[in-house]
């Protein structure tokens, strides 16, 4: 079976699962203290530009986005999203579970415009009932987008100067931020993140390791006693070292830039297949992911030869918004299957 | 260096890394819904000899305790737990950041009295203002427990017997129950707990996981929608095949078994080094923690060494009582190597 | 000074402080088991023709709405409502703070459409990946809604239909419910309330009460252990006395429907002020709250002659849409010096 | 019926209703904005002796104690409090609604120990894995405890010396600090409690109020938007006036001072007319709390003759721990008859 239907359906790349096999049996302290949690952080320090950044290795994106976003608000603040940010619909309510509210700006394509955002925030400092209302304090953007689609530098330095400007953090969602760094139509690097915002995380799941997320504070501005914080809400693990010795391995040799090349260079050979074949897009990204409309013929036919890909909406009885997703294991023995289907299908 | 500081101190047995190596290219679905946590599944039942068991795997034992004991109370109701109770003192308030009080009860060496159990309860009950207290809902135990103790069948079944007299629900944190399954003083299986817990989970990360421990609930008693309380609460792995596949292994072949009995081997062995060479015990354990009263100077002496062991208390200021933990991966060379030490030492 | 600020202004009404007064020394129990508490229950279920009604009185509306939507979720659910809904925007989240996210539907001068939450409805029973999203647990109304507007019985039918084949509770959040009965325009009793509602409050506070709200459960709904649920999120009074007596007072000889009726009688002579005025509308209501768009000027001036009224919303730098709202104490006199100082000032 | 159950079991003292009637028609803004808020909270500064305090009233114990208590917590901190603390015993889990642990210390007498807060706290700081722990943020106290002892002044220094030391907050239950002040055993002032203290309150509900605490800030030190805390947990009271004119009241006259005497004048008398009849004390208080040890027969034949106690705790099947609580309103027509009442009886 060939599936596209997310960027998380195998395990690891090789490279890091060796790290593992050689670490294996080394003693290391727990709870993130280890050698390998000490240089993996090291080496992303390097590749953020900034030695005063502090990093927290975490297990999962809810999990990251919860928790780090909730360390950085006050109990009067809220997080800002757009409608269709992952912590506003689908994280099963994390974010409240912390007891904050997420407030809902319209969204672009999946993005949060920034001209928008400033009337907001006009608005709501001009509410004499201000104190009555959940206050913003943190502006939740993820790049890409849960729709694949990307901020360009100067829309992030507009959102981090009004954050600034009314005294918000900024935190960035990026679980699949190496896909987003190797596309062609990205002006964004690790360290134009680390200058613009005040949190962010670097994606391990969806781009080659069996799990982990790599939480920064830029600056030296991780919140005081966060260890406590993952703690208390769960995440701390103890044997630190798994998510240590995997970072280490992903930003060893550029393996982290290499994974990120892989799926946007499928992307791009995804694309023209599914063009060739005359499949209609939904939603074409400059990413790893791409949405296009199916019948449900097609679909069950794809599947009857081995092929799947993502369930996404439903906009009539007989077709379905699907998506596909390439990533870092994606090989051009993959997308000739496709290739192939498609001809027998459509 | 050698280190008995705790029993996560290295990364997996091989026979799992084996089998995340065979599995890591094939395609999975997420969250769970993989052939890996399935089967894994599956295998568990059939240790339990409960075929409606429901099981769901974790990341950590402390996500896993405020995940699971949170499920089974109700909004007026709390944990009991014994004053050592890790839930009590080392999980950084996790049940409490639920909403969720810990009602501690008296320990003995770790362990809850049935006797003072039932006192209090009747006591609860008797209490003409108790609609104002916070209700019991849970009893919590460890076993072995924080101080290397087991409970006996019967004290098992007695605390069951109470728990269902006065419906509550009786979860155990297995932690480390590889430990206690394979110590000969233990009279308790896993089919005893599937009949006499309402939950409990089989700890991997202590008894040879990169991570994991696997929640299960007897006899179908898994809270409705509890996936959707496990991602509210960040544990939900994108790629649950991590657990999935572990847990398999660790179920194949006896591993999960066979690890834990290395563990008390070694530890018998331990006993009888500590006791040659005189050093006073804080407390002997029929599990895989020892506690024994060092000079610091010891300590220090032992770590100039490579041999390291744990900090537990400080009794005065020139002893620590430290904790000396043998695990599934402890070797007989390490103890020939604390033995040599030691004998240079003391 | 004169105040059409809001409806919260005053004290009580005098026949309710003289219950007071005439109870003040009787020795009652505490915490809502007094007899004035009981006999107030007793009445409103009379008037609700529904014996079988469970009564709770809390101090205020944002304490009622958090307290009793939260009472009726499950763990994996949240609250519907419009976006206009004052839990969703005017309670500092404070259903957030219980967990639980408010799920915003398009509004219509304050009010859900029943069309557009059945297509919600279905559109989230047909999402494959609803287990990671925040359910559906509770439909929140206002009525009157936070724009003055109401619901017709036919659509408080509809939604209580949806609510039934979907599984949810409706919860109406009465804070000005007095002023809906006492409408010409609403054709919505409270005995229909107690059919098509699972639980609904009539508001005390801005209805003649020092401060009180009735939480109605109809037909034995209350959840259990509500006592220890309220004492458990700060709301439950020692001296309950102050709530039943009050509740007891506007439960006899119909005070409630008169101080409705006058808040009514009122609006209706300040629409035709204002109108005679010629001041443009910006929502003219069949409540007790109308919406009107005044130069600063104008309100500077009316405010140099004694008279209030309240901030709504910025339209532009020099005008400001403002709420007068009548209530149970509004006299004709506050309604002649309005006109006057309208007429020296426009 | 004469009741010496609580000292919440009347309503108001007139002169507080008599404030309630002469204000009720003055139009005022509402949720605390309100003329006699501010009148009250200048009085309070005064008698403080504290030009820089700052005070937000609130509506009862519960919701006092849980939203000051977790205004002063970081979100790594819990709450120390003795065994018998109200916050940890008899509020629901309030605390752990906020997400807050409560650290329990032994009591004696209701009272903490300042040496065993010290040693305590030596130990906590002494402990290596005190990340993982919950740290100490909050020293929770009663005056009078809820065994209705009292703190010395040297007792309240040593322990805020101790917070000073360990950057923790000191926060005072004064539910019922009226006969705390009014004892002849207390060398405390309120004055006092504004310099010791980080946060405390003067209860209102048991002390002549129909409800209401007033919470104080000593040094200008409230919590940021704490207005909105209170909102968010349900306590903000639209008609804030309620709270306001009472609290004036109060601290017009003395009236405060009149009513803590009153209670305590009659509680020497009660204890005389116990004593006389040879009714065996269980704990003998300095304050308006008194605990004996009745036979139950005797109970119910207090009962029988109109008078009833609080039922505190059950030692043997035959005997109850009762408490007489004397008040602001209890008269020497009370005693009288309890005294003749227990003559027919014992």
Request: charged share 20%; glycine share 10%.
């Amino acid at each position: 079976m060939i599936s596209f239907e997310s960027d998380y359906t195998t395990g690891a790349h090789p490279e890091i699962l060796q790290r593992l096999l050689e670490t294996n049996l080394e003693p290391q302290p727990g709870y993130g203290e280890d050698a390998y949690c000490r240089s993996a952080k090291e080496k992303i320090r390097q590749a953020l530009c900034d030695e005063q950044a502090e990093i927290f290795f975490l297990s999962g994106g809810t999990q990251t986005n919860a928790i780090v976003a909730s360390s950085l608000l006050q109990p009067w603040q809220g997080v800002l999203a757009a409608q269709t940010g992952h912590i506003h619909g689908h994280e099963a309510g994390a974010i409240e579970a912390m007891g904050h509210k997420v407030l809902a700006l319209p969204e672009h394509l999946g993005k949060l415009d920034p001209g928008e955002l400033a009337d907001y925030l006009a608005a709501f400092y001009g509410d004499e009932n201000r104190e009555h209302l959940v206050w913003p304090g943190v502006v939740y953007l993820s790049h890409p987008t849960e729709w694949g689609t990307l901020y360009s530098k100067q829309e992030l330095a507009d959102i981090s100067a009004l954050c600034r400007k009314y005294d918000l953090k900024l935190f960035l969602d990026g679980a699949r931020l190496g896909y987003a760094l190797a596309s062609p139509e990205c002006d964004v690097t690790l360290q134009d993140l680390a200058q613009l915002c005040d949190a962010f995380y670097i994606g391990g799941t969806k781009v080659g390791a069996l799990c982990g997320e790599a939480a920064v504070f830029p600056r030296g501005g991780m919140p005081p006693h966060f260890l406590n914080w993952v703690k208390k809400h769960g995440g701390l693990l103890a044997k630190g070292r798994l998510l240590g010795v995997q970072f280490d391995a992903l930003f060893t040799n550029e393996l982290y830039a290499r994974l990120g090349q892989n799926g946007i260079d499928r992307a791009v050979e995804l694309k023209q297949i599914l063009a060739r074949h005359g499949v209609p897009f939904y939603l074409e990204t400059p990413t790893n992911q791409q949405f296009v409309v199916l019948p449900d013929h097609v679909i069950h036919s794809l599947e009857a030869r081995g092929i799947r890909c993502g369930f996404w909406s439903k906009p009539d009885p007989e077709h379905t918004v699907v998506r596909f997703a390439t990533s870092w294991s994606t090989t051009p023995e993959d997308l000739a299957a496709l290739d192939a289907a498609l001809g027998q299908t459509i």
